[in-house]
């Protein structure tokens, strides 16, 4: 279990700077371009992942129903979305945001497919995500109130 954890945990990691270095490249251009570049350097890297595999691409089969292959397209569109936002609101702000979705949705997800009486310690993580948000916002008001107040 440690190992998925930890797993998970560079993940988050991957996704922050992945997150940063494609919101940077969307300054110089656009947020779909950046997107562009960031799925063709992926698929180029997994494509050379799956070469070196020593079963190549000869386990490739497509009978996962039409709709599981969307999430193609639903993360590129999150790349984009991102690669714009993020350059905006900060790294900080738009993680939380994307973790307030992604919590919000993930609920509803587990909800539809695995009805459980648990359900509000999910509600619980939720709430604690939003106020965690919503107390980021005061700190960053403050500041920036701070600032304009010491440049008087």
């Known amino acids: ?15 922050s700077l992945s997150r940063s270095i494609n919101g940077r490249l969307s300054m110089e251009r656009n947020a779909f371009y950046a997107s562009l570049w960031n799925h ?10 799956i070469v070196v595999q ?5 386990s490739f089969h497509f009978n996962a129903p039409f709709y ?4 193609g397209a639903l993360g590129a569109l999150f790349v984009a979305i991102n690669s714009y936002v993020l350059p905006r609101i900060g790294s900080t702000q738009a993680a939380m945001l994307i973790i307030s979705g992604q919590m919000i949705s993930g609920v509803v997800i587990d909800q ?3 009805p459980s009486d648990t359900i509000w310690i999910s509600v619980l993580a939720v709430v604690l995500i939003v106020a965690g948000i919503w107390v980021s916002k005061i700190s960053a008001a403050r500041k920036s109130a701070q600032t304009i107040n010491l440049s008087r």
């Open 54 to 58: 020593s079963d190549g691409f000869s």
């Open 68 to 71: 599981a292959y969307l999430g």
């Open 1 to 15: 279990m440690i190992t998925f954890i930890i797993l998970a945990l560079f993940n988050g990691v991957c996704i």
């Open 112 to 114: 539809i497919s695995h």
């Open 40 to 49: 063709i350097v992926g698929f180029v890297f997994l494509t050379l992942i």
